[in-house]
């Protein structure tokens, strides 16, 4: 029976793509680590290799059709000694040709006069089982129960050496049907697309497609505002010692090529207080809180049509200057986005700077599983008393720390937020 190619997850959050181009055509023969299509997801568009040796019988989703669900089928290979009428079988057998329908494909269905090809065997719980053809065969003569072994391929998928040394059993009966859980009410939903498009007729509009990318946000962030108990810090922070530090680096780094920004320092900071506070360098697991060792922290980076998160790990173990190159190179691949899912997965703890676009203040929402996000405003001058009592003139920052409150309480929060205003209010320190 020929192999199913299937959707492959490019990231541990991914539940669809885009097929976005395919790089072989029927008929190809195509070998393990073959590139075989581009895949696009919710942040970057990736390349997809093969796994298995064969002939790419049938495609049987076309380029460009979006919202292609992980683990569907989309080509079937021809193993040595497959034909046709196997892909014919095969689809006859399988629901593999209903994506195909979707995306527009024309399938080739069994004459009616042919015998359907045997439903591929299921586990207890109803899955389908996956097993490559050579172990079918094998299973078939050996008189295995393919339910019985576990397979060690792509997906758990049944290969020759698990079936190789495996010995024939009874197939255990299948357990009773748990009964289904009674429906929960479904929260109150906004009004659907149809509805909210009267609303407007007559008025000129133009209708805007969503992309995968603002689907996630969407998605993602409604799940963290309905979800995640926020609440909320905040400090302004004297920048003057800093502005003058940054200044003095700066002018020693220019023979170097190095510029360092205030929100290096920013990010130099959350880092070192996250070792300082260690508790609060964790995240959300569900049942369980993860504490991290390392500091990792991500930065919001604008881009068109949404954002990107990526990554500096062991940032506190980083001087200034190597984050500001790491930072400007994984920006730069942000925007046109290259950036690896390892590069923007991750982190305990974000910073989300709208200074440079004159925001004074603004409240960020976290991003899970973040156990918090720092929303930094600009520098704007200010008078302020002095230690001495004294009126003066200082330049001060404002910020806002968005905490998950599963994670860090209103104290512990307080001392994390302390630490990262000491740190920028006492540059140097962040040097030793």
Known sequence: MPTEILMPALSPTMEE?????????????????DLLAEIETDKATMEFEAVDEGTIGKIL??????????????????????????????????????PAA????????????????PAAPAKADGGRIFASPLARRIAAQKGLDLTQITGSGPHGR?????????????????????????????????????????MYEGRAYEEI????????????????????????LRRDIKLDALLKFRSQ?????????????????????????????????????????????????????????GLFTPVLQDADTKSLS?????????????RERKLAPHEYQGGTFAVSNLGMFGIDNFDAIVNPPHAGILAVGTGVKKPIVGDDGE???????????????????????????????????????MLA
Not at 22 to 32: A, C, I, N, Q, R
Not at 168 to 184: K, L
Not at 258 to 266: G, P, R
């Open 17 to 33: 793509g885009t097929l976005a181009k395919w790089l072989v055509k029927e008929g190809d023969t195509v070998s393990s680590g």
């Open 322 to 334: 190597a984050l500001s190159a790491e930072m400007k190179d994984l920006a730069g691949r942000a």
């Open 102 to 117: 979707a995306a527009g494909n024309e399938v080739a269905a069994p004459a009616a006069s042919e015998a359907p090809a």
């Open 158 to 198: 049944i290969v020759k050496a698990d079936v190789e040394g495996a010995t024939a059993t009874a197939a255990a009966p299948a357990p009773a049907a748990a009964p289904a859980p009674a429906p929960a009410a479904a929260a109150p939903a906004g009004p659907s697309a149809d509805a909210v498009a009267r």
């Open 249 to 305: 680096l700066n002018k020693q780094l220019e023979s170097r090529g190095v510029k360092l920004s205030v929100n290096d320092f920013i990010i130099k900071a959350v880092a070192n207080a996250l070792q300082q506070v260690p508790a609060c360098n964790a995240v959300w697991a569900g049942d369980r809180v993860l504490q991290l060792k390392p500091s990792d922290v991500a930065v919001a980076v604008a881009i068109e049509g």
């Open 209 to 232: 497609k969503l992309d995968g990318m603002r689907k996630t946000i969407a998605a993602r962030l409604s799940e963290a505002k309905q979800t995640i108990p926020h609440f909320y």
């Open 391 to 429: 009126l003066a003139v200082a330049t001060v920052m404002s910020v806002t720390m968005s905490v998950d409150h599963r994670v860090i309480d209103g104290a512990l929060g307080a001392e994390l937020l302390k630490a990262i205003v000491d740190n920028l209010e006492n540059p140097m320190v």
């Open 61 to 98: 989703i076309s380029e460009g059709t979006e919202g292609v669900k992980v683990n569907t089928a989309i080509a079937l290979l021809l193993e040595e000694g497959e034909s046709a009428s196997d892909i014919a079988a095969t689809l006859a057998a399988t629901p593999a040709a209903a």
